[in-house]
Structures are given as structure tokens and as C-alpha cells.
């Protein structure tokens, strides 16, 4: 029995959570749907993972992780994490299970890790969970070089199957031109195999003063990552300078143009790069303009909402949305934006439960967990 197998199992014996508060019935297009908040009492959550006995992990970027049982209520933070730098956009970020869970007993977690006078990088770190403490900790990537600065760290784990996983990075923000040179991890996705060593088949592992983990580059700040359910490709979500957010398929050794390339602008006006498309630089799948901050995402494959099969759904930050994107083969061809009024808070992650649920977090002090469940 694999992992989603035994978490859809026991979610289904305790179906347990027991909201606090169950939102008015919300129309849409295809689907009715109502949000039940299962808890309220999170500090900038950031990344969930779900455990084989129905419960929880979440992230909070202050730096800690925290159960949240199956009654709804939350742990005390775990112990033996690493030191993490929580500064503006900085601090713990993403989290994942290992997809062989009940072998390895692992989850891994992204963070902002220090360096030397006050620099520091995007890293990536697993560990075996016992009781309430991390045990066994190992940092398998550290983003190079650490660099001086609060913004654009990523992240999202994404595993992909064959015992590799993918990593988002950001440019860092000052250092943007870094995401068209491969002696660097800025801007970049990486693969790695999940002890942290490099797949023989990364695009490249032979080229001369490239960095061995690199799968894709020209990237700005990537905050969304998922699996296509039938490609099996990895598909990205990336913030923009002011307007330009994008979905791509992010495929080996492709470039995604950032920053000689976008459809943004800088902050307050004015023209970044050389236009909207090159020659040899990949286009997005799809973009927005103005810019709606996106962030988490997920493609729709359960059982509860019958007509979002398939679907790709995207958190956003600044528009506090959730959209969802009606894809056919590698095309978006409607976009529903739902939540604007309903929510009103800034959605950082939304991800699908092995319930058949989707999950959301908002953004803030007093932030959320909320379950997206059919109407009736």
C-alpha cells in the first residue's frame, strides 16, 4: 500500500478535523464549495505536508513547525531544527514527506540558511520525526553563493518519482543577472536525488563551470511548484517584477528568459530587458497582468469536486485569489478567479489532501488552515 493509499486510508477511518467555523456556501463556476477553517492560530504559515496518521506538518516562516493533530489542535514546535535566518522574505519555508515515508521515516523543509557576515542562501535539509523532536537532521543543498539580502529565497519541494526531487530558487533579487549564468544556483530549479547527491542525468553535469544540480535557469522567484498528473512534468509558478507572473513547464537545460525577458516592468515604471520573447528562451505557459503575487499551487486529482479534475489552482498574495486555470495538453484555456470577496486574506499555499480535499494557508499572524469540501 503506497503513501497516498495509507493517508487517504487514515483520513478517511477519522475524517477528524472539526472546523471552527464553516464559511457560507461560495458559487463557482463549476463547482460549489464551502471553507472550513480548521485552525486560526499559525504565524505566516508557509509550507504543509501531510502525516500517514491524518495529521499534519505546517511551517511557520517564523521558524518553527508545528503538528496539527487530527482534533484540530497544534503542537508546541518541534525541536532540533537548524538555525534559520528569519528576515523579510527569509525564514522557514517549504516542507514535504518523503514519498516512501513509512521506509524512511523522512520529511524534508526548506529554509533560509546563514552564512558568513550576514549573507545567506536557500537550503534544503531532511529529518526523521520522533515524537516532537527532528532527529538525524542533514542539510542535502545549500543555494551558492550565500549572498547578502532579505528577498527572493523561493521555495517549493516537489518530488518527482524516480527518487529525485526538485528545489525552486530565487534570484535573490539584486543579483537577477546571476539567473542567466549557470556557475551559480540563482534563480535556478535544481534536481537532486533525495540524499542530496547529483542525478548522472541532469542537463548539466558535463558542462564545463556549470553547477552539476541545475535543471532549468532564468527563473525570478519561484513560490509554486507541481507535478502534472499525467506528464509527470514539473510545472512552476514565478512572481514577477510589476506584472509578469508566470506558469511554466520548467523541462531540463531550458532557459526561461529572466531578467533579459518578461512581461513586467521595474518597480515605479520603467522597461527590464529586451521584451517579451527571444530566440532560445522559453515563453510562460501562461501570465498575468497586473502581477497577483502567485504563490502556491496544485493540479486537482481527487474525488470531491468531480468537474476540477485536472485543474491547476494557484494561490496569490497581493490579489488574495485563488485561481483556477483550466488546462488542455500544455495549454491554459480559462482562468476562474475565486475568493476575492469571500476571504479577503493573502493565500500563500494551496495543496490537495489525500483526502480529496484542497487545503489552504493564509499569509499573516493568526494565519489559517482551511479546508476547501463540497457544498453539500
Known sequence: ????????????????????????????????????????????????????????????????????????????????????????????????????????GYIYFSYAEPGPNGTSSTALARAQL?????????????????????????????????GTVFLTLGDRYSRMDDAQTLDNHHGKVIRINTDGSVPADNPFVDTEEALPEIWSYGHRNMQGAALHPDTGELWS????????????????????????????????????????????????????????????????????????QGDLFVASLRAETLSRLDVENERVIYEERMLADDLEERI????????????LLTDQRGGKIIRIAPAD
Open 130 to 162: 520522533q515524537d516532537n523532536a527532528l532527529q538525524n537532521l542533514e542539510v542535502i543543498f545549500s543555494q551558492k553563493p550565500k549572498f547578502k539580502s532579505n528577498s527572493h529565497f523561493g521555495s517549493r519541494i516537489v518530488f518527482k518519482g524516480d
Open 1 to 104: 500500500m503506497g503513501f497516498r493509499t495509507l493517508c487517504a486510508a487514515a483520513f478517511a477511518a477519522s475524517l477528524a478535523f472539526s472546523p471552527a467555523i464553516v464559511a457560507k456556501t461560495i458559487e463557482s463556476d463549476r463547482e460549489d464549495f464551502k471553507l472550513e477553517i480548521l485552525t486560526d492560530d499559525l504565524t505566516n504559515p508557509w509550507g504543509l505536508a501531510f502525516l500517514p496518521d491524518g495529521s499534519m506538518l505546517v511551517t511557520e516562516r517564523v521558524g518553527n513547525i508545528r503538528r496539527v493533530n487530527t482534533d484540530g489542535t497544534l503542537s508546541e514546535p518541534l525541536t532540533g531544527l537548524p538555525e534559520i535566518v528569519v528576515k523579510g522574505q527569509g525564514g522557514l519555508l517549504d516542507i514535504a514527506t518523503d514519498p516512501n515515508y513509512n521506509d524512511t
Open 237 to 308: 509558478g514565478e512572481h514577477g517584477a510589476q506584472g509578469g507572473d508566470e506558469v511554466n513547464i520548467d523541462r531540463a537545460g531550458l532557459n526561461y528568459g529572466w531578467p533579459v525577458v518578461t512581461y513586467g516592468e521595474n518597480y515605479g515604471g520603467g522597461k527590464i530587458g529586451e521584451g517579451f520573447k527571444k530566440e532560445g528562451m522559453e515563453t510562460p505557459v501562461y501570465y498575468w497582468l497586473p502581477s497577483l503575487a502567485t504563490a502556491g499551487m496544485t493540479f486537482y486529482t481527487g474525488d470531491k469536486f468531480p468537474a476540477w
Open 348 to 359: 500563500r499555499h494551496v495543496t490537495q489532501g489525500p483526502d480529496g480535499y484542497l487545503y
